[in-house]
């Protein structure tokens, strides 16, 4: 079996809901052991989150696919002292909660580092440990709305609209991945573990694009932006064909402005937008309205594969706006092995999406044929204890009976 750029890395997951559990599940498909750690009497909440079927959450199962399960009490003087010998194996605790509430616990990190120097700490929250907004909670929706994402999603003239998927909590799991990463190779040349910090907000901040820029160039608003795109390209939108298709077109040099709006029969416009300067970028962007509804004209008198075949012929990126349910079967997706058929005991047979990464030498995520299940709450409790710590089954009589682990 190939190596794994994470094989031999223990993490202790304390996360819940999205951001948290996405975050282990991406280091997991790169090799991790995951242990999820789920206090009783019910484990994760998200464990009974729709889509339900047969008692079992798709939601839950998405994210916690393959991870192992550890039921653990760490509101018990037991189950803290259980949980920081814990700590002394691993290498990695991940948390999601309000700030502070492992300090509360007696788990954070200045006590964590203490019982093991070389633990990596990572925390995501809505706001972080520090600045004005700190001791507030948060969820995706604000992440977006307070990050500025909302600001620009949507039309000028129609109310904010957040992001159809969670995208404050995908890159929230994204770059604290992404930071755990960096700290194992910085424990590599220090020797001693770290504290990583993920502020929801910081993250939909920085993935504001050229917005931040412009503003702080010119001082001026930026409305909604739909479809369009602040780079200066025409046409750039999605425009209903002839089928009723939605296609994505976007020329973002000058020279494929000038070639579509003349094959649109435009040549005023092709002349007019069509130069390669920096003025002339700029108008186009302050037009590109009225450019997109001219081009329009023309795209609606063709089929979706018909509009799609001619831009691409002038190497003009576009493509079809393709629903969830076209997105399960599509062949290209299906050949990356992106789109992954599970056998669930429970929710029958589902489909998921694997890990985007692709490696030459190693197949990260749900190889094809496997099968990798959510753990039931507290599943492994006993199995983990006795790996890690060679516990005994006395040893696991006595910690249940003192309430520290249940399953």
Request: glycine share 10%; charged share 20%.
């Amino acid at each position: 079996m190939a190596v794994k750029p994470l094989d031999g890395v223990k993490i202790l997951d304390l996360t819940w809901v999205y951001a948290g559990p996405y975050c282990t599940m991406l280091l997991q498909d790169m090799g991790a052991d995951v242990v999820k750690v789920e206090a009783p009497p019910l484990g994760d909440l998200v464990r009974y989150l729709s889509p339900m079927k047969n008692g079992v959450s798709g939601y839950f199962y998405m994210v916690n696919r393959g991870k192992k399960s550890i039921g653990l009490n760490l509101k018990s003087e037991a189950g803290i002292s259980l949980f920081k010998e814990m700590v002394k194996e691993f290498d990695v605790v991940v948390e999601n909660f309000v700030p502070g509430t492992l300090d509360r616990l007696g788990v954070g990190y200045d006590v964590l580092k203490k019982v093991n120097p070389k633990i990596i700490y990572a925390a995501i929250s809505g706001f972080g440990t520090y600045g004005p907004y700190s001791n507030r909670p948060g969820l995706d929706p604000v992440a977006q709305a307070m990050g500025g994402l909302m600001s620009l999603t949507g039309l000028p003239d129609t109310p904010p609209l957040k992001t159809g998927p969670g995208v404050a909590d995908a890159l929230a799991g994204l770059y604290t991945a992404f930071g755990i990463e960096a700290a194992l190779l910085l424990r590599e040349k220090t020797g001693v573990g770290e504290r990583i910090e993920l502020s929801m907000m910081d993250a939909v901040f920085s993935f504001l694009e050229e917005a931040v820029i412009r503003t702080s160039m010119t001082g001026d608003p930026i409305p909604g932006r739909g479809n369009t795109d602040p780079l200066g390209g025409a046409p750039w939108d999605a425009f209903k064909t002839r089928d009723g298709q939605w296609i994505m077109v976007c020329a973002i040099h000058p020279h494929q402005t000038a070639q579509l709006y003349e094959l649109a029969g435009r040549k005023d416009l092709a002349e007019e937008f069509g130069k390669n300067s920096p003025e002339h970028g700029e108008k186009r962007s302050r037009n590109l309205p009225m450019l997109n509804a001219a081009f329009a004209n023309y795209a609606k008198n063709l089929t979706g594969d018909e509009l799609v075949q001619i831009v691409s012929e002038y190497g003009v990126p576009a493509g079809p706006v393709k629903t969830v349910n076209e997105l399960l079967n599509d062949p290209h997706l299906r050949e990356r092995n992106m789109v992954v058929d599970i056998d669930h005991p429970q929710l029958g047979p589902v489909s998921t999406f694997n890990q985007p990464v692709k490696m030459q030498s190693v197949e990260l995520g749900i190889a094809k044929g496997e099968n990798p299940l959510e753990p039931s709450a507290g599943e492994h409790s006993e199995m983990i204890l006795k790996k890690y710590l060679g516990m005994s089954d006395d040893d696991l009589v006595r910690l249940k009976n003192a309430k520290a682990i249940w399953s």
